[in-house]
């Protein structure tokens, strides 16, 4: 055993986080222990199913299996614990030493202490450290008073687990089944009386409870030494151990630095010699210290020490003087009616509470009409379809346009507002034939840009009449040159019969 | 052999350049966790039926409504308003946490509680634990969709143990791992068997010219900064 060697960050850890770090230990080398795991276990589980199959002792071969369950501790703590000290796990060597290794030390655990209520966090005791009898009790003892509690925890949490993980395997295997299935299986699986089942659902059933088994037997003994290796830290403290060794060699280095750089650069230092020597004594501190002797020293010194002992042996019961209950006097009438009369009144306040909500609700609504009035309206469908006619001088609106465009257009111009009338007779013209002929436009559409978009979509005769329109209009806007009346009498006068026809 | 020591922890680097380690915790404990909470959420029910049973159709209300509460807000509730921790985690020393390391907020602590229907199933939470076994940070599903994780609650170390002593300032320099090193000898010295802690003490008596604990006690006195009162 080496400290300085060691692989896992040692610090004291509360109890579970040290069961969560030994969990680590066995998932980091879970290669090797499953490979060791399924080697000691595969051939006993593959004896059971043929026990099964052929006899009908398949129950007791399981109960004897479940029993001998510690001779697998052995072999999985033997990789942890050498890799916690810096041996790479190796699968071949591993599985040799499994025989040696299994049996050690567990007569004690293969006796009624089997039942034992945290038996992977005290394994290592017998596993590890190869203590027996007295010693191994009073080790127990130091060790038990600080992890025997989270032991429990963590051989209940385990024993769950597996119930869990094997329930939780059963009913996804019957969710994932063909409903034609489903009945007749799950019949044959949950029969109350299991000497109905065939031999098939045994052996599945076996072997269900073998994979939640695997899954989490190297956890429970990881967890187990974890707390073990934990309680040690404590009581040895291990982690300043290898911080101080640490400090040293930290030392040491820098104080062989320095003697070389004085030895280049050739400064005569009295203390010269003196460095050197401190080095050569501080090395040698590092490299032999901790021998096997002085290791199991203080280890036994842990089990023995009385300030440690904090047990006392209390074999007579102890009066525990509690306060004085107030003397309470309800016969049951009492109470019913107590209780009757609370839930009407509650009653009664909490029904008087919904109506004036539902009140208060109303209201709200009531006041607040004015936001939501426009969306029941029914929808002006012809207004929303209004296709919208954006030409280069702005967009044309509906509402903006007369309703008898040729009338007021011929009533400006008499008016002298020659311009304007000539504007309405173009916009309104562009209007009309966007909403009659479905005539597409362009965004901002000049007047060439009109004339195009309506010779695509009309016939001759209509876009003749357009180009007369826009002509006139042209000839005013750019050109400020006015048309004469009878030309624009004579548009007013076409109008309706280009587009009364499909007004109606 | 890995370069880094195996540990439980979880490391953060916050733009502050401070470095967090998170203790995460995996299944055990908070199976434990989760049966104290469904201990208290199944009393508290049992104690709502007895009230609703003399109550009448009000009383079915009200468990209607109780049951309504316990199922989908206490985990919530607690988590969001009391530091992490439901009860059966404050016992077990428990914290729900967002990943980053900031403490739990309504959407994640609604989504890991919501994602729970899906641990569960097919029953005995077989999909929880199998993510927690698989996922490098031990989460549940939940907690992989609400991205939170559960850590252990920092616990405040042991103090107060070098009154006894009279401070004596170092003859060296020490890096910060070394002075605690040193300070964590001196609060755990009382502890040890004495036997131990003498040789520990040993150890780098080249380095203090003294073998003896009481010295080593003094300087971790020193270097906390207790003041001689005399």
Same mark, same amino acid.
């Given at each position: ?41 595969l ?81 290592? %005791? ?26 429990v925890?963590?051989?209940? %949490? ?21 409903e ?15 000497? +109905? ?13 073998y994979l939640? @088994? ?26 300043i151990? %290898?911080?101080?060794?640490?400090? &040293? @060699? ?5 104080k ?9 650069f ?16 501080? +090395? ?7 021998? *096997? ?5 203080? &280890?036994?010194?842990v089990?023995k020490?009385e ?59 009531? &006041? ?6 426009p ?20 967009? #044309? ?14 009533s ?15 916009r ?30 009309? *016939? ?5 009449f357009?180009?007369?329109? #826009? ?6 806007a ?9 030309? #624009? ?16 | ?27 055990a404990?908070?199976?434990?966790a ?6 208290? $959420? ?13 109550m ?5 209300g ?8 316990l ?5 919530v509730?607690f ?10 985690? $404050? ?44 996922? $490098? ?36 320099p ?5 002075? $605690? ?24 008596a ?25």
């Open positions: 055993m080496n400290l300085e060697n060691v692989t896992v960050e040692l610090r004291p850890r509360g109890e579970w986080e040290a069961a969560e770090l030994g969990g680590r230990m066995v998932r980091r080398d879970a290669g090797t222990i499953y490979r060791v795991w399924f080697a000691m276990t051939p006993a589980v593959a004896l059971m199913a043929l026990v099964t199959w052929f006899t009908n002792w398949g129950g007791l071969a399981l109960l004897l299996y479940w029993w001998l369950e510690p001779i697998t501790d052995g072999p999985i703590l033997r990789i942890i614990s050498r890799r916690l000290f810096g041996e790479e796990p190796d699968t071949r060597s591993n599985l040799k030493a499994v025989f040696s290794i299994a049996w050690r030390n567990k007569i004690y655990w293969l006796s009624p202490h089997r039942l034992h209520f945290a038996r992977s966090t005290m394994m290592p %005791v017998t596993q590890l450290e190869g203590l027996t009898g007295a010693r191994r009790r009073a080790r127990a003892k130091t060790l038990g008073a600080r992890i025997f509690s989270h032991g925890g963590v051989t209940a %949490v385990y024993q769950h687990l597996v119930l869990a993980l094997y329930v939780g395997m059963i009913l996804l295997i019957f969710m994932l089944m063909p034609s299935v489903q009945q007749s299986w799950g019949q044959d699986w949950f029969s109350m009386f299991w000497d +109905t089942r065939t031999k098939m659902t045994e052996i599945s059933d076996l072997v269900i409870f939640a @088994q695997s899954a989490l037997h190297p956890w429970f003994v990881g967890a187990g030494f974890g707390l073990y290796i934990n309680c040690r830290t404590q009581l040895e403290a291990w982690d151990e %290898v911080a101080f060794r640490r400090m &040293l @060699q930290r030392r040491a280095a820098l062989a630095a320095a003697s070389l750089l004085i030895v280049i050739l400064v005569p230092l009295p203390s010269f010699g003196q460095e050197t020597e401190v080095a050569d004594e501080m +090395t040698h501190q590092i490299q032999g210290y901790w021998t *096997d002797e002085e290791l199991k020293a203080p &280890l036994e010194s089990g020490l300030e440690l002992d904090i047990f006392e042996e209390v074999d007579d019961w102890q009066r525990i003087e509690k306060p004085a209950k107030r003397e309470r006097d309800f016969s049951g009438n009492a109470m019913e009616d107590f209780f009757e009369g609370l839930a009407q009144i509650v009653s009664v306040i909490v029904e008087f509470a919904l109506w004036i909500t539902v009140a208060l609700l109303l209201l709200v609504i009531f &006041l607040s009409r004015e936001r939501w009035m969306y029941l309206k029914p929808l002006d469908l012809k207004k929303k379809n209004a296709p919208r006619v954006i030409l280069a001088g702005g967009e #044309v609106r509906a509402e903006e346009l007369p309703d008898d465009i040729p009338q007021s257009a011929m400006l111009w008499k008016e002298g507002r020659r311009r304007e009338a000539l504007a309405l007779l173009y309104g013209t562009v209007y009309a034939a966007v909403t009659h002929y479905n005539v597409r436009l362009p965004k901002s559409a000049t007047e060439n840009m009109c004339v195009a978009a309506v010779a695509r979509s009309t *016939d001759r005769e209509q876009t003749a357009f180009r007369r329109v #826009v002509s006139a209009w042209i000839r005013c750019y050109a400020s040159e006015l048309v004469d009346e009878e030309t #624009v009498a004579g548009l007013c006068r076409d109008w309706p019969s280009h587009f009364k026809a499909v007004q109606q | 052999m890995s370069d880094r020591l195996l540990d439980t922890t979880y490391d953060i680097a916050t733009p502050e350049g401070v470095e967090l380690r998170l203790p995460v915790a995996g299944f404990p908070r199976c434990l989760w049966m104290i909470d469904a201990i208290i $959420k199944y009393t508290c029910l049992l104690v709502a039926s007895i009230v609703a049973n003399v009448g159709e009000f009383g079915t009200l468990m209607l409504l109780a049951a309504f509460f199922l989908w807000l206490y985990n509730l988590e969001v308003m009391f530091n992490g921790a439901t009860p059966g985690k $404050k016992v077990l020393g428990l914290r729900v946490m967002n990943v980053d390391g900031t403490p739990v907020g309504w959407s994640g602590s609604i989504i890991r509680n919501l994602i729970r229907f899906i641990d569960v199933l097919p029953g005995a939470y077989l999909f929880g634990m199998l993510s927690i076994m698989l996922s $490098k940070r031990m989460q549940r599903l939940g907690d992989l969709a609400g991205d939170t994780l559960v850590i252990y609650q920092p616990k405040q170390p042991a103090r107060g143990r070098l009154n006894t002593v009279s401070p004596t300032p170092l003859t060296l020490m890096s910060p791992d070394e002075q $605690k090193a040193v300070v964590s000898f001196g609060e755990r010295a009382a502890l040890l068997n004495q036997d131990r802690a003498n040789e520990l003490a040993r150890i780098i080249p380095l203090t010219n003294d073998a003896s604990t009481d010295t080593l006690r003094s300087h971790a006195a020193w270097i906390v900064g207790r003041k001689d009162e005399e």
